[in-house]
């Protein structure tokens, strides 16, 4: 498969993004991981240069770091100490094999027209009961960014619909405005859904 242009400008620039300056979502992830019994096990999905990785790892939780970029996953392996699956979204194939799944900023790259089975893919990965925590840019159309990565840019409701149809429970979605790789302002939805 030829790499995309998303995919192309995360192998490329894999050190300098691994590297940058990045706050740790915290208040994101504590509330994730308090809705987790200690230990639970943890899939991330786009793990990009591992912090979050390290920091549900450093708080006892079983974590499964992937990503599809083969360089991003080599930057994490370096800061985790800890093998880092290469996998497409479209791949998972886990069945019940997960408490959580986290997905910070990930699913946005996600194709519109194969998000909703990609979201079937990380509901059949959840045990009963396993909840999601995933992050998009807010829009109303798909587009590109000035680096030339692809961007679903859904909408609230738009997501709430989606996973509404595919089964998902006590679905939360939150807004907040902050910035991105590319520094500018971006209004960031954030869901969390059970199986």
């Known amino acids: 498969m030829p790499l995309d242009c998303?995919?192309?400008?995360?192998?490329?620039?894999?050190?300098?993004y691994a590297n940058r300056a990045r706050s740790l979502p915290k208040q994101q992830l504590?509330?994730?991981?308090?809705?987790?019994a200690p230990g639970a096990a943890i899939l991330e999905l786009g793990c990009g240069g591992g912090q979050d990785s390290a920091y549900m790892l450093s708080q006892g939780f079983d974590v499964t770091p992937t990503d599809g970029s083969a360089e991003l996953a080599r930057q994490a392996e370096a800061l985790i100490g800890r093998p880092v699956k290469i996998m497409?979204?479209?791949?998972?194939d886990a069945e019940s094999a997960?408490?959580?799944?986290?997905?910070?900023?990930?699913?946005l790259h996600v194709p519109r027209p194969e998000l909703p089975d990609v979201f079937t893919r990380i509901r059949r990965a959840l045990r009963t009961g396993g909840i999601i925590h995933a992050s998009?840019?807010?829009?109303?159309?798909e587009g590109h960014?000035?680096?030339?990565?692809?961007?679903?840019?859904?909408?609230?409701e738009w997501l709430s619909e989606l996973l509404t149809k595919g089964g998902w429970r006590n679905?939360?979605?939150?807004?907040?405005?902050?910035?991105?790789?590319?520094?500018?302002?971006?209004?960031?939805?954030?869901?969390?859904?059970?199986?």
């Open 88 to 92: 497409l979204f479209q791949e998972l």
């Open 30 to 36: 504590d509330a994730f991981l308090a809705g987790l």
């Open 136 to 141: 998009f840019k807010a829009g109303d159309a």
């Open 6 to 16: 998303t995919s192309a400008f995360y192998e490329e620039n894999a050190e300098t």
């Open 171 to 195: 679905i939360t979605i939150g807004e907040s405005d902050g910035s991105g790789y590319d520094g500018k302002q971006t209004r960031w939805l954030r869901v969390s859904a059970q199986r």
């Open 145 to 156: 960014d000035g680096f030339g990565r692809y961007y679903n840019f859904p909408s609230a």
């Open 98 to 107: 997960f408490d959580g799944v986290w997905a910070h900023a990930s699913l």
